[in-house]
């Protein structure tokens, strides 16, 4: 599971599968703390927030911004080809309270 937010945590935001062509190598070799950032479509963006929270933001060139209306921060590009760029963080695919014990000997 992917996820991210923007700055004042209002506007949370997941994506739910990233693909190997969607972030390459390099985005992951490099990336610090688990966060980069990928190429997506929209339809893999879920996100969660009141629907007046999220403003956009014209850009000369073709690009969307999309942005907070609380902290101002980018949430997230569009594109002129509908694709998207978002940061995220990887937060794993399995939660568990314990510890796996396939491993303790």
Same mark, same amino acid.
């Given at each position: 599971?992917?996820?991210? #937010?923007?700055?004042?945590?209002?506007?949370?935001?997941?994506?739910?599968?990233?693909?190997?062509?969607?972030?390459?190598?390099?985005?992951?070799?490099?990336?610090?703390?688990?966060?980069?950032? &990928?190429?997506?479509?929209?339809?893999?963006?879920?996100?969660? /927030?009141?629907?007046?929270?999220?403003?956009?933001?014209?850009?000369?060139?073709?690009?969307?911004?999309? &942005?907070?209306?609380?902290?101002? #921060?980018? &949430?997230?590009?569009?594109?002129? #080809?509908?694709?998207?760029? &978002?940061?995220?963080?990887? #937060?794993?695919?399995?939660?568990?309270?314990?510890?796996? /014990?396939?491993?303790?000997?």
């Amino acid at each position: 599971m992917y996820r991210g #937010s923007c700055s004042c945590q209002a506007i949370q935001y997941e994506v739910d599968h990233i693909g190997e062509l969607e972030a390459d190598n390099e985005t992951l070799s490099q990336a610090d703390a688990c966060a980069f950032r &990928v190429n997506i479509t929209k339809e893999q963006l879920v996100i969660d /927030c009141a629907p007046s929270t999220l403003a956009t933001l014209h850009e000369s060139n073709g690009e969307t911004h999309h &942005v907070c209306n609380l902290c101002g #921060s980018i &949430v997230y590009v569009e594109d002129s #080809s509908q694709g998207i760029a &978002v940061e995220v963080h990887y #937060s794993g695919h399995d939660v568990l309270a314990e510890t796996h /014990c396939q491993f303790i000997l």
